[in-house]
């Protein structure tokens, strides 16, 4: 087994994957998902779910794997080799799964299963399945079926295309400063910045717009001319205000050209109907007027927000007239005036060690499992391997296995995600129960003179928001691949697990265990949380709309704009009408937004942005079952950590989201519990 891409005895190889390994193996194995192809589509096959499964399904999965363990090591360790190997084989694969999905015998096949043969997670995975192939083209003919396949091709070139622009371009930038300018940046970015200068020889604090560096920056930075220059940079990325090799505009205008011809092809009149079909929003006009009608109710706190900051810059700081690159400096300082502390006080407290250890207690407490360190091979030396444990009667079972990978480096795509290795699977070729495995990626600071890496309290959240996907992965206890975890999950609920676990990050209870000074060990004081807890909501009005932009923005570019026929910058006019709409901060005219909004042009979320809020109504009134479970002293119920736990875990995708969601609450998902949990709530009347 020279190839550790064709290894599939347990986990991925990464420290031996290498780039000439890509093509003979995805080769092999295309080949043999072929032949399963087409021997399950065979006259004589017969119509059978285990039959198909165990020719078919065990083949494909395989192919996903190693693909999957290509595509995650593009993501966290890019290198030209890989990239050009990574480029080389997608179209192959592209059209391997184009195919499958709209393989008409195939379609047959399925449509022959008696569904009173199955149970019912292999109903619900067979009714996703019959739905799947209608959007995979299993219904088009002739010229229409083979440009269908043309446009998936094309598009995942598009798409792969625009995030290596928008890495590359983030990875492009850096400024040297000199020590004056960096007046008011937090020590250990300064350091960090010191050090990054120093390895390529170079005078100054090397300063790049990743977001260990950029964030702080335009919090803390007093130099207001600093603050433009890497706001520029950083709002005009990917653009052609830009390198014009990174320029990702062209791409923009052909991925929804791409999409709007695929919804057409299939009967759709634009992408965003097509893309709501396996989500529960039933119609893109119920997301526009959800989303609208919690822009009204956010809007007067957004104003409030807003006179408060100008108020503030006038009268604190001597900024009559705020700039773009303005407005996180006069937010941090406008906190810390009025809460009495600073992100840059509570940050020395959360140590990354203790973070971990503090999420790991709550995760093992309420969901009765243990977390283990395991050994894996890895990309890369800092990356953290774990185990899911549960105890049984019948002694120590193996729920699950994680990777973490925190700290953000050159070649690594930016952001926060979890992604899955495998998934949890009782395999039809040879009966053995296979468990999950997840990757938890993010974009932390490394640590700086021998001290563990800090956390801000955001990047805590992230954390927890991460691992909040990954345990809906790795706890589930459906044995059928396409409706286990994650898989077969609407793409508007699945985001309730992750925006679930960060409430946590907000309690006193969980909090002080997962705290320790990084000078003086102590936890994290009393009074300072108690700022914290006053500050929790600060521009929350502001906050909202900005999701709410984003996600209007997102599904009018994919129902209303025509692609076809605007011109280069009709997507900027289309975002500054939904500005004139929705927000209620000015923005920078040269800011080119679309141009690095990887989610919904590289990221699976087109039309689909509007989850994060969508989910979020589920996720505060879940967590509001807690609230109500609460002991004295602020506790969380195990009990009620339980029911959550199987009623939405441990489910999967094997019903519908809203089912998991009445099986937990007893009820219909409310939207009290999200404005009350965000401080946008009227005042009572005296």
């Known amino acids: ?38 021997k399950v589509t065979a006259p004589e096959f017969p119509a059978d779910w285990r039959a198909i499964a165990q020719q078919l399904d065990v083949a494909v999965e395989r192919l996903g794997r190693a693909w999957g363990a290509v595509g995650h090591l593009n993501s966290v360790a890019d290198t030209p080799a890989l990239r050009a190997a990574y480029n080389e084989a997608m179209p192959r694969v592209t059209a391997f799964w184009t195919r499958l999905g709209s393989d008409e015998r195939l379609y047959a096949k399925y449509k022959a299963i008696d569904p009173a043969t199955l149970n019912a997670e292999q109903k619900q995975a067979h009714a996703n399945a019959m739905r799947n192939f209608v959007l995979g083209g299993a219904e088009l003919q002739g010229e229409a079926k083979e440009r269908f396949a043309q446009i998936q091709e094309r598009a995942a070139e598009a798409s792969q295309k625009f995030s290596e622009n928008a890495l590359d371009a983030t990875d492009a930038f850096a400024y040297y400063a000199t020590e004056e300018e960096l007046e008011g940046v937090p020590q250990d970015v300064v350091a960090a910045a010191r050090a990054a200068a120093q390895a390529e020889g170079k005078e100054g604090y090397k300063l790049t717009l990743k977001m260990p560096c950029y964030l702080p920056v335009m919090q803390f930075a007093v130099s207001s001319q600093l603050r433009e220059t890497l706001y520029r940079a950083y709002a005009t990325r990917a653009s052609e205000l830009g390198d014009p090799t990174f320029d990702n505009t062209a791409l923009i205008q052909e991925i929804l050209a791409l999409r709007q011809e695929e919804a057409h092809l299939l009967g759709y009149p634009n992408f965003g109907e097509l893309s709501l079909v396996p989500k529960m929003a039933q119609s893109a006009k119920e997301v526009t007027d959800f ?13 409030k927000d807003l006179a408060d900051l100008r108020s503030f810059a006038a009268e604190q700081l001597g900024i009559a007239d705020p700039q773009p690159w303005d407005w996180s400096y006069i937010g941090e300082k406008l906190k810390e005036a009025r809460y009495a502390f ?77 992604d899955d290795v495998r998934a949890r699977w009782l395999r039809p070729d040879d009966g053995r129960l296979q468990t999950p495995v997840a990757h938890l990626v993010c974009n932390f600071a490394e640590g700086v003179q021998g001290k563990p890496p800090l956390l801000t309290h955001d990047d805590v959240i992230t954390l927890f928001h991460e691992t ?28 309730l697990p992750s925006q679930f676990m960060e409430n946590f990050c907000w309690e006193w209870e969980v909090l002080r265990h997962m705290t320790a000074h990084v000078d003086t060990g102590e936890p994290l004081p009393r009074d300072l949380y108690d700022k914290m807890i006053a500050a929790k909501n600060f521009q929350s ?15 009018l570019l994919h129902t209303e704009y025509d692609a076809t026929k605007a011109e280069p910058g009709g997507v900027m006019d289309l975002l500054r009408k939904v500005r004139d709409e929705v927000a209620v901060m000015p923005s920078a005219p040269f800011s080119r937004t679309p141009n690095t909004f990887s989610h919904i042009f590289s990221g699976g979320y087109a039309a689909g942005y509007y989850s994060y809020k969508w989910a979020e109504v589920l996720s505060a009134d879940a967590y509001a079952a807690f609230e109500e479970s609460a002991d004295e002293q602020g506790r969380p119920s195990v009990e009620t950590g339980r029911r959550y736990r199987t009623a939405i875990l441990e489910a999967g995708g094997s019903r519908p989201a809203i089912e998991s969601f009445k099986a937990f609450r007893g009820r219909a998902p409310q939207l009290d519990a999200l404005m009350r949990h965000q401080g946008m709530v009227a005042p009572t009347p005296a």
């Open 342 to 418: 600073s992100e840059q006080e509570v940050k020395q407290y959360f140590t990354a060690p203790k973070v971990l250890a503090g999420l790991f207690k709550i995760v093992e407490t309420l969901f009765e499992v243990s977390i283990r360190r395991d050994t894996a091979p890895v990309w890369n030396p800092g990356v953290e391997f774990y185990r899911i444990e549960r105890s049984t009667p019948q002694g120590v079972q193996k729920v699950g296995q994680f990777y973490l990978d925190p700290a953000a480096r050159a070649g690594k795509r930016g952001g926060a995600w979890m």
């Open 468 to 495: 909040g996907h990954g345990l809906h992965h790795m706890l589930t206890q459906v044995s059928e691949r396409d409706v286990s975890g994650i898989s077969g999950v609407e793409w508007d609920a699945v985001e």
């Open 291 to 303: 989303l609208r009608d919690l822009a009204a109710k956010a809007r007067p706190f957004a104003l």
């Open 1 to 38: 087994m020279s190839n550790p891409l064709l290894d599939f005895t347990d986990l991925p190889l990464f420290d031996q994957i290498r780039p000439e390994h890509v093509a003979p193996a995805i080769d092999q194995l295309l080949e043999q998902s072929e032949a399963a192809l087409q």
């Open 541 to 555: 009005g502001l906050q909202t709309l900005r999701q709410i932009e984003f996600s209007l923005f997102d599904m």
